[in-house]
């Protein structure tokens, strides 16, 4: 599967709510991804997957 990396000039809106969210728990901020996949599961709600390095 494909992946794009999320920054400041590629989908900056994201990129501003990891910020955020990094600031709030005291960490850096992550390397973000967006990955589209199909499955079965048309209509179930949005999956944020969240994994250690």
Do not use: T
Not at 30 to 44: D, K, R, S, T, Y
Request: hydrophobic letters at 45%; proline letters at 8%; charged letters at 15%.
């Amino acid at each position: 599967m494909e992946s794009i990396e999320v920054g400041p000039q590629q989908y900056p809106h994201i990129y501003a709510l990891g910020e955020d969210c990094a600031h709030r728990l005291g960490i850096g901020v992550p390397q973000i991804f967006i990955q589209h996949f199909l499955n079965a599961g048309v209509g179930m709600q949005k999956l944020l997957a969240i994994a250690p390095d």
